[in-house]
């Protein structure tokens, strides 16, 4: 069953830009995962947070972790064209490495 | 990082055949896949988790039957879509854990798309 809900659904925006996508679970969690996918295509992973772990950085990627509230959010900073995609949180309950998807955000960068 | 192939890429087929669809991890040994399922712009199901040398598990309300799931060897676990027919339409992603990895990162190929006429 899917448990992530992810806000917003889509997201329009200008290059250059940040863009911010929101990822909220509700069971507890060994880690947490972003997924991009570009259309049609399979899945490219982004970055992995622990539950221990509140902030990661990869490059322009910013992702946090509250686990107090449940939720997740994914920065991308000055956006570009190429960073059209979905992209998926996925949370790792520590069931024999079963990930739970979010039901994504579909970013549309516009040059 | 490691690859998943997926073969075939695309399948077109009649209603009430079987389709069988392949996971391979390429440079290195999975004991355990994940095969999902993706409607159009819609998110990843979990319909079940093979382990290799035993029976896959499925998610709740995924038919085994329906879905059979062999894992023969630690790179490769096929998935086949029995009787197929339209509903059955979707696009089919397969995972991969490698092991030797200290995080659960999965590898994911990139998909099957299936239509069922």
């Known amino acids: 069953s899917q448990q992530g809900e992810e806000d917003p659904q889509a997201l329009s925006i200008q290059e250059g830009e940040n863009a911010t996508m929101n990822c909220s679970y509700k069971t507890s969690i060994n880690n947490l995962q972003w997924y991009r996918q570009n259309s049609g295509r399979g899945l490219v992973h982004l970055i992995l947070?622990?539950?221990?772990?509140r902030e990661k950085h990869s490059g322009r990627l910013r992702v946090t972790l509250d686990t107090s509230k449940k939720s997740s959010s994914l920065l991308i900073t000055a956006s570009r064209a190429a960073d059209t995609a979905s992209y998926f949180c996925a949370t790792d309950s520590n069931q024999g490495g079963k990930l739970i998807f979010g039901q994504g955000t579909e970013l549309s960068v516009k040059p | 990082g490691a690859v998943v192939s997926q073969h075939p890429s695309r399948v077109i087929c009649k209603s009430g055949t079987s389709v069988k669809i392949e996971c391979r991890s390429l440079?290195?040994?999975?004991?355990?896949m994940f095969w999902y399922r993706q409607f159009p712009k819609k998110s990843l199901m979990l319909m079940a988790t093979s382990n290799e040398g035993s029976k896959a598990t499925y998610e709740q309300g995924v038919e085994k039957d329906k879905f059979l799931i062999n894992h023969a060897s630690l790179t490769l676990s096929t998935l086949t879509v029995t009787s197929a027919h339209p509903e059955d339409s979707s696009f089919y992603i397969c995972s991969a854990r490698d092991p030797g990895l200290s995080n659960n990162e999965q590898f994911f190929g990139p998909g099957t798309r299936l239509t069922v006429l």
């Open positions: 947070i622990r539950s221990n772990e």
């Open positions: 440079d290195f040994q999975a004991t355990t």
